[in-house]
């Protein structure tokens, strides 16, 4: 190794070998394809990914970049992994096997908002029980019902209808079993 840096250039070439510099007498050949390929190409599990989503994994993108190393055309590895050309072609254009996440839109509510609307709804029965749309009426939060609806389901909260009938108290369920004990022979006409 030489004590030159990447940026200095060396004011003398470097020394070819001599077996380098000899040219052969016969060209070499070019295959017209880089590889063959089989008439039925071999399924992977992947194929079976293109029907639900279009977005390509990690995975997907490392064997696109693979085979265009290896000199197959866009149309076969999109027909081999079972994915849209466009897709190939993409990646091969950005030459990154990490997909970008895609950007989206940005929540209307913040988590710390979130957390604030629930220390709300859980403080009171009366809270609990009370619709979506007053819940923004009284927070003042510029949202509609949707968007809070949808903001407590990402964080688990789900709401049901409450119980008409009040559950059963110990005492209530200790009578009822002294009851079925007491009367478990009798007979229908009693």
Request: net charge positive; proline share 10%; with cysteine.
């Amino acid at each position: 190794m030489s004590d030159l840096s990447i940026n200095e250039i060396p004011e003398t070439p470097p020394e070819i070998p001599e077996t380098l510099t000899e040219i052969p007498e016969t060209p070499m050949e070019i295959p017209e394809t880089p590889l063959e390929i089989p008439e039925t190409l071999p399924r992977t599990p992947i194929q079976e990914y293109r029907e639900y989503n279009a977005w390509t994994s990690r995975d997907r993108r490392q064997k696109i970049l693979l085979m265009t190393d290896l000199g197959y055309s866009q149309h076969t590895i999109a027909s081999y992994l079972n994915t849209f050309r466009h897709v190939v072609q993409y990646t091969q254009k950005t030459q990154r096997a990490t997909p970008k996440k895609p950007k989206g839109r940005p929540p209307k509510l913040t988590e710390d908002q979130v957390d604030e609307i629930l220390e709300f709804i859980s403080a009171s029965k009366q809270n609990r029980r009370m619709p979506y749309y007053r819940v923004v009426d009284v927070l003042n939060l510029d949202i509609s019902r949707e968007c809070l609806s949808n903001a407590l389901n990402r964080r688990g909260y789900r709401r049901c209808i409450a119980l008409r009938k009040p559950p059963v108290s110990e005492a209530t369920r200790l009578k009822r079993i002294q009851f079925a004990c007491d009367h478990v022979n009798w007979m229908p006409t009693q």
